[in-house]
């Protein structure tokens, strides 16, 4: 992969296909993508939300997001990596609320549910959505479910009152053997990410039967935005050790910084601080797969506030996006059965499974873009399920490869993550 637009990442919008599934009604009504119209809410009140969420879905989405991150960085060791932990998480949970036996228990331990009762998992997933959905001021962010299935095929009750209550999912019937049902698809997907993605689905296989879409959308505004008069060209160091001129964005001020001698970290906010980016830089005697090593085994160090100092921060202004599909990698981290079609066992969804159901492809889609005035991302991830304080001033300049988070501060779930190594030049 080359250049700095071909970003590899899994985020956002969650597509699941099945082969004889059932629907939810007949209604050829699309269903219309949500607005960033975010509600207004204070953050008193959206702590005493965050306070009530389940603390340890937070921690199996990041466990789960970072054992994605190393599995696709040890893959795609020449390009970038991003990834949205939460949207992924998500998707593959509405996926496990439909399988059972061995294939629930491996989907379980693989996205750390393990440990929780079905309706701790199910009010975890509804608690957590609904919270990152009422960012205050600052900041939108947009998750939203929807569940496609063929006409004429109805899911049963146990299952659709699960996907409507804790994920929200809206339901509608299509044909799929219809020549325009990707295009309608896809325009629901481009319409719930702000025109960020335009196309996720290509085709639709003949077998399929249900597709369950999600799409997270965020954009935040820099608590305190860089000055674009600031912005100047510098060179960024590339992982293979060549240089590219980019635009580097400068502010001094105070922020959340630490610091050892093996990396530089820093929290910039954005709105109210309800939300962050959390930039790690490895020093200039290490290197990205060192941190990485870290930050795979060991979070403690970032997973709270930092030090506030008088920064000197130089940022780079960049785009990328990433398209993967995520097999391979899933059943790397154990999550065999479910793509195997002599093992996998959907019969959650009902007589649907009548002629065995198997996840065929997962397929994940998203893009970013951070300038002066803040950051904006947007994801999309396919489940295809088929049958057969004042101190001495520091300076940190992001001139080489480095990893960064978009964190919600008031739950600590990390909504994108990922690593980037080369920058398009200028």
């Given at each position: 992969?080359?250049?700095?637009?071909?970003?590899?990442?899994?985020?956002?919008?969650?597509?699941?296909?099945?082969?004889?599934?059932?629907?939810?009604?007949?209604?050829?009504?699309?269903?219309?993508?949500?607005?960033?119209?975010?509600?207004?809410?204070?953050?008193?009140?959206?702590?005493?939300?965050?306070?009530?969420?389940?603390?340890?879905?937070?921690?199996?989405?990041?466990?789960?997001?970072?054992?994605?991150?190393?599995?696709?960085?040890?893959?795609?060791?020449?390009?970038?990596?991003?990834?949205?932990?939460?949207?992924?998480?998500?998707?593959?949970?509405?996926?496990?609320?439909?399988?059972?036996?061995?294939?629930?228990?491996?989907?379980?331990?693989?996205?750390?549910?393990?440990?929780?009762?079905?309706?701790?998992?199910?009010?975890?997933?509804?608690?957590?959505?609904?919270?990152?959905?009422?960012?205050?001021?600052?900041?939108?962010?947009?998750?939203?479910?929807?569940?496609?299935?063929?006409?004429?095929?109805?899911?049963?009750?146990?299952?659709?009152?699960?996907?409507?209550?804790?994920?929200?999912?809206?339901?509608?019937?299509?044909?799929?053997?219809?020549?325009?049902?990707?295009?309608?698809?896809?325009?629901?997907?481009?319409?719930?990410?702000?025109?960020?993605?335009?196309?996720?689905?290509?085709?639709?296989?003949?077998?399929?039967?249900?597709?369950?879409?999600?799409?997270?959308?965020?954009?935040?505004?820099?608590q305190k935005p860089f000055d674009p008069e600031e912005t100047r060209e510098e060179r960024f160091r590339q992982e293979d050790g060549t240089t590219a001129n980019v635009q580097m964005m400068h502010r001094t001020g105070y922020m959340e910084y630490r610091a050892t001698d093996r990396w530089q970290a820093v929290r910039i906010p954005y709105g109210e601080g309800q939300m962050a980016m959390l930039v790690i830089v490895p020093d200039e005697s290490a290197d990205l797969a060192s941190l990485h090593e870290q930050i795979w085994t060991d979070r403690s160090a970032w997973s709270g506030p930092m030090e506030n100092h008088h920064v000197k921060l130089g940022l780079p202004?960049?785009?990328?996006?990433?398209?993967?599909?995520?097999?391979?990698?899933?059943?790397?981290?154990?999550?065999?059965?479910?793509?195997?079609?002599?093992?996998?066992?959907?019969?959650?969804?009902?007589?649907?499974?009548?002629?065995?159901?198997?996840?065929?492809?997962?397929?994940?889609?998203?893009?970013?873009?951070?300038?002066?005035?803040?950051?904006?991302?947007?994801?999309?991830?396919?489940?295809?399920?088929?049958?057969?304080?004042?101190?001495?001033?520091?300076?940190?300049?992001?001139?080489?490869?480095?990893?960064?988070?978009?964190?919600?501060?008031?739950?600590?779930?990390?909504?994108?993550?990922?690593?980037?190594?080369?920058?398009?030049?200028?």
């Open positions: 992969m080359s250049g700095f637009h071909r970003t590899r990442a899994a985020v956002i919008s969650i597509l699941l296909s099945a082969a004889l599934l059932a629907s939810c009604g007949s209604t050829d009504e699309t269903p219309s993508a949500p607005r960033p119209d975010a509600e207004t809410i204070s953050l008193d009140k959206r702590q005493k939300l965050a306070d009530a969420a389940d603390d340890r879905l937070v921690k199996a989405v990041n466990e789960f997001g970072m054992k994605l991150h190393r599995e696709l960085a040890a893959a795609e060791t020449d390009g970038n990596v991003l990834i949205s932990p939460y949207s992924i998480s998500m998707a593959l949970g509405m996926t496990y609320f439909g399988s059972a036996g061995n294939t629930r228990t491996e989907m379980a331990e693989t996205l750390g549910l393990g440990r929780l009762a079905e309706e701790e998992i199910a009010g975890g997933y509804r608690s957590l959505g609904e919270l990152l959905t009422r960012t205050g001021k600052g900041v939108a962010l947009l998750a939203a479910n929807s569940l496609w299935t063929q006409e004429g095929i109805k899911l049963p009750d146990d299952y659709m009152k699960i996907v409507r209550n804790s994920f929200n999912a809206e339901a509608r019937s299509v044909n799929f053997t219809d020549d325009a049902a990707p295009q309608r698809i896809n325009d629901w997907i481009e319409e719930s990410t702000r025109g960020m993605i335009d196309k996720l689905v290509d085709r639709v296989d003949p077998d399929m039967r249900i597709m369950l879409i999600n799409t997270i959308y965020f954009k935040g505004q820099w202004k960049f785009k990328a996006d990433f398209e993967e599909k995520l097999n391979g990698t899933l059943i790397a981290l154990g999550m065999k059965d479910a793509f195997d079609p002599a093992q996998a066992d959907f019969s959650g969804f009902g007589e649907a499974d009548k002629e065995g159901l198997y996840i065929d492809e997962v397929k994940h889609k998203s893009v970013i873009e951070v300038n002066e005035q803040g950051t904006e991302a947007a994801a999309a991830t396919s489940v295809g399920v088929a049958s057969g304080a004042p101190q001495e001033t520091v300076s940190l300049t992001v001139d080489r490869p480095f990893f960064f988070a978009i964190e919600d501060m008031q739950t600590g779930a990390w909504l994108f993550a990922g690593s980037i190594r080369e920058i398009e030049g200028k």
